[in-house]
């Protein structure tokens, strides 16, 4: 847990910085990274403010990049079934890349589902906590950092380790490679809609890789 | 519209929306299975979405270029990617992305 707490200072004191530089007050700095939670999310959602793109673009491409989430909510569920709907609604708000990462670790592992869920819900707890301190050191502190130290450049290595793991297979490796490709490619699209087109595109590449690999493989 | 006001309902809504995908499974559906075509397409969410936001991050330019010869920030993605890969290891990939952007700028401004 603790390495995964590392990992998030960084990304959590950039997106404080973002949260300051869209132009938020404290209180709407500590409104996203409490309320929404999701880092991937809060850089977008300040991206897009910052730009000022309308309300239902951002929205939309939040919530495209949030349907990870759907993905980690069903692999989660099964293991969440024995305990009761409370703890459930509360795992559920704490479930983010790097919970997830550390609890279907530890339900794989084996054993009593209960202090499986326990573990999941002091990890999740912990990430929430480290996540709004770290969110509101980078809002005040942020600019102290001098730019040559080049800081921002630890969100796209949060999310590179997030992905690179994933690279494994052709359907995940066609899904990156289209989805980089096409974000290139339509960077002319308005209020930053190549990000979402991107996304779709690349989830598209990969089920249709994995599918045609399939149909190859019956023949 | 009142910016204070805008950033509000963004934090709400897609806070709103978070929390639904979140418990989606776990709650809402807790009796469904995932369609299998959802399912499939669902495992491609992460690596499409976070490529898409990470490439702007890593090149430069508006609009976006791909230049020869790499930036810095181009190859330490690189190299942070082939630390990621191989160590699943996020402090790990961070220090290793980090220090080769310092070395390579280093390096590029003793060059230039």
Known sequence: MLPACIGLIPFGLVCGVGAAAAGATVWGALGMSAIIFSGAAQIIAAQLLAVGAPIAVIVLTCFVAGLRFLMYSAAIAPYLRPLPPRSQQALAFLLTDQAFASAIRRFDAGGDPRAGGLHFLGAGFALWACWQVTNVVGFFAGNLVPASWSMEFAVPLCFIALIAPHFRNAPQVGAGVLAGVAVVALDGLPMRLNLIAAGVVGILAGTAIELGRERWTRR | ?112
């Open chain 2, 1 to 112: 519209m009142d910016a204070a006001l805008k950033l509000w309902i963004v934090i709400v809504v897609v806070g709103a929306l978070n929390y639904a995908s979140r418990l989606s499974f776990i709650a809402l559906f807790a009796q469904r299975a995932v369609p299998p075509l959802v399912a499939r397409a669902l495992r491609y969410v992460p690596v499409a979405m976070l490529t898409a936001l990470i490439v702007p991050m890593v090149l430069p330019g508006t609009p976006l270029a791909v230049p020869l010869p790499p930036t810095p920030k181009m190859v330490a993605a690189l190299v942070a990617g082939v630390v990621a890969w191989l160590t699943h290891s996020t402090p790990k990939t961070l220090v290793a992305g980090m220090a080769a952007l310092w070395l390579l700028e280093a390096l590029a401004a003793r060059i230039g």
